[in-house]
């Protein structure tokens, strides 16, 4: 059985379909987790001593958090229409509420937080879009909360790999606190597939092997990265869309390949 496999469960009374917290994964940084809300459903809580990155995955929504108050925001009603999201930067210490104006599936992706940043909207408009890789090694990214962006820790990413393509290849890893070589990033990822009764693969593996698992993920599935390298695959006929979350002690995304792979990236 895998220690690193999250899979969904039943709404709790304030919409929780999946957690991810510093405790429950043994680290120290990325929090993650999913609501699934109800139309006129609301959430109320606090960010507490964590900035707070809310993305709005499907559906619409009313979001407020002291003075500022966003009406009405979200577009998309599926991850894979590939429209980028709205989202709402938050900094630790304040409280703020979500109300579903219609049904709607929230990430809360959070990180400890030190107050130096103001509350904000991102539209889908500041999402920047790219495309890396080649052939079956080709994925979409839309760049939620970027290095070039402000917040304290935080780094937010969604990523499409096409049917039959491979993600985060070849295996990378960002577990050494060694800049400007390589970060330190613990990384959640959130999976979604479609069509939804589909699966796809994610290993997560170190130089030496004291961490090797491969895990069949399927649709809403997290898999946490504390360490090593993390290469994914989506099977012909399922499109794969993920969720990246990444904290640690310097935001600086610096990463390093597999020697035994990195010739796939000269190519």
Known sequence: MTSLLVRPTSPAEDGTILEVTPESAGWAHVGFRVHALSKGQTLESHTGTREHC??????????????KHWEDIGERMDVFERVPPYAVYLPDGVSFQVEATCDMELAVCSAPGHGTHEARLITPEQIARSTRGT?????????????????????????????????????HKHDVDNLPKESLLEETYYHRLNPSQ????????????????????????????????????????????????????????????DPDHDWIARQ
């Open 54 to 67: 809310l993305v709005l995955l499907t559906g619409r929504a009313t979001v407020s958090s002291g003075d």
């Open 135 to 171: 052939g079956t090694n080709t994925r979409h990214i839309q760049d939620i909360l970027p290095e070039s962006e402000p917040a304290d820790g935080l780094l937010v990413v969604e990523v499409y790999t096409p049917a039959g393509n491979w993600s985060s290849y070849p295996p």
């Open 198 to 257: 589909g699966f796809a693969f994610q290993r997560v593996y170190t130089d030496d092997r004291s961490l090797d698992e491969t895990m069949a993920v399927e649709n809403g599935c997290c898999v946490m990265v504390p360490r090593g390298y993390h290469p994914v695959g989506a099977p012909h006929g399922y499109e794969l869309y993920y969720l990246n979350v990444m904290a640690g002690p310097t935001r600086e995304w610096k990463f390093q390949n």
